[in-house]
Nanobody, 118 residues
Framework: QVQLEESGGGLVEAGGSLSLSCAAV????????MGWYRQSPGKQRELVAVHSSSGSITYGDSVNGRVTISRDNRKKTVFLQMTNLKPEDTAVYYC????????????WGQGTQVTVHS
C-alpha cells in the first residue's frame, strides 16, 4: 500500500522559513516523480514544486525563487525548503507522487498545514 507521510508544517512569521518533508512507503522511490502542491480555502490546488525521477525540477510561478525541492532516494523522502514566506503562502501542502511505469498513477498525502502570519 502506498503512503505519503508529510511532516514539518506549522505557524511561521512572514519573511521566515519552513521546511517540509514527505516520506514515501510502498513505492519504488527512484522511479517516481515526487512533489508538492498546495491548496488554500476557496482556491484550486496549485503546483509548488515537482522533482521528476529523471532529475528535472519544476517550480510553481508563485513560489519560484523562494522554494527548493530535493529528494533522497535512499531515504525515500522528498523535501521542500521555503524561504521569505508570505501570508499568501498559507495553505495545506500536499505531498504528491506520480509513477510513470504505472500509467502515471498519482498518489497524495493527507496534507500539512502551513500558516504564515504577518
Amino acid at each position: 500500500q502506498v503512503q505519503l507521510e508529510e511532516s514539518g508544517g506549522g505557524l511561521v512569521e512572514a519573511g521566515g522559513s519552513l521546511s517540509l518533508s514527505c516520506a514515501a512507503v510502498g513505492i519504488m522511490f527512484g522511479f517516481n516523480d515526487m512533489g508538492w502542491y498546495r491548496q488554500s480555502p476557496g482556491k484550486q490546488r496549485e503546483l509548488v514544486a515537482v522533482h521528476s525521477s529523471s532529475g528535472s525540477i519544476t517550480y510553481g510561478d508563485s513560489v519560484n525563487g523562494r522554494v527548493t525541492i530535493s529528494r533522497d532516494n535512499r531515504k525515500k523522502t522528498v523535501f521542500l525548503q521555503m524561504t521569505n514566506l508570505k501570508p499568501e503562502d498559507t495553505a495545506v501542502y500536499y505531498c504528491y507522487s506520480k509513477i510513470p511505469a504505472l500509467e502515471n498513477r498519482e498518489f497524495w498525502g493527507q496534507g500539512t498545514q502551513v500558516t504564515v502570519h504577518s
